[in-house]
Antibody, heavy 118, light 110 residues
């Protein structure tokens, strides 16, 4: 059974950066798309971007282009999302999700709360 | 802001049928179909359906999805208390080269 385990909650200052990890167990890590989305308190979902195997091609939302970087370490079965120049509006729960060939967003991490506050 | 349009709330009685809608355009729902996600408070989402594929393993047959033009629908029959949750649709938008989401529908089971 595929499980995605994300890194713990973060509290960051405005202007700083945050890196969230998403470690996969079960299944072949480098065969499926990993997507990052976020959910602000009481709000819906926002797509940040994705990383596509096998060459690690990335697509990013235009809104976050230049501020977000998604990478993957196949040896560690871990994907990473780094968001720079943080502002208060970036306070949200950040989720990773993995496809399964047929299904998009089939498996989800537990979420990582990122709080941006001075 | 959300790229797809969903009604903010729907209320139905126990054992009734609820149909949730998700309206996009020809670049997303009309072209690519939609995914439906269920989210209970404080939990990550769960995939209920994607395009016209069979339901993922473990998803009740009470959930069924369809599409007509630029509108996707999720029908939930025999409503149960555990169906009370937020439901989101999502679709790949070929003009944006991005996944877009609806604002979500809060389903209340009376």
């Amino acid at each position: 059974q595929v499980q995605l385990v994300q890194s713990g909650a973060e509290v960051k200052k405005p202007g700083s950066s945050v890196r969230v990890s998403c470690k996969a167990s079960g299944g072949t890590f480098n065969s499926y798309i990993v997507t990052w989305v976020r959910q602000a308190p009481g709000q819906g979902f926002e797509w940040l971007g994705r990383i596509i195997p096998p060459h690690g091609t990335t697509n990013y939302s235009q809104k976050f282009q230049g501020r977000v970087t998604i990478t993957a370490d196949e040896s560690m079965s871990t994907a990473y999302m780094e968001l720079n120049s943080l502002r208060s509006e970036d306070t949200a729960m950040y989720y990773c999700a993995r496809d399964s060939g047929t299904y998009v967003f089939h498996y989800w991490g537990q979420g990582t709360q990122v709080t941006v506050s001075s | 802001q959300a790229g797809l349009t969903q009604p903010p709330s729907v209320s139905k009685g126990l054992r009734q049928t609820a149909t949730l809608t998700c309206t996009g355009n020809s670049n997303n729902v009309g072209n690519q179909g939609a995914a439906w996600l269920q989210q209970h408070l404080g939990h990550p989402p769960k995939l209920l359906s994607y395009k016209n594929y069979n339901r993922p393993s473990g998803i009740s047959e009470r959930f069924s999805a369809s599409r007509s033009g630029n509108t996707a629908s999720l029908t939930i029959t025999g409503l149960q208390p555990e169906d009370e949750a937020d439901y989101y649709c999502s679709a790949w938008d070929s003009s944006l080269s991005a996944w877009v989401f609806g604002g979500g529908t809060k389903l209340t089971v009376l």
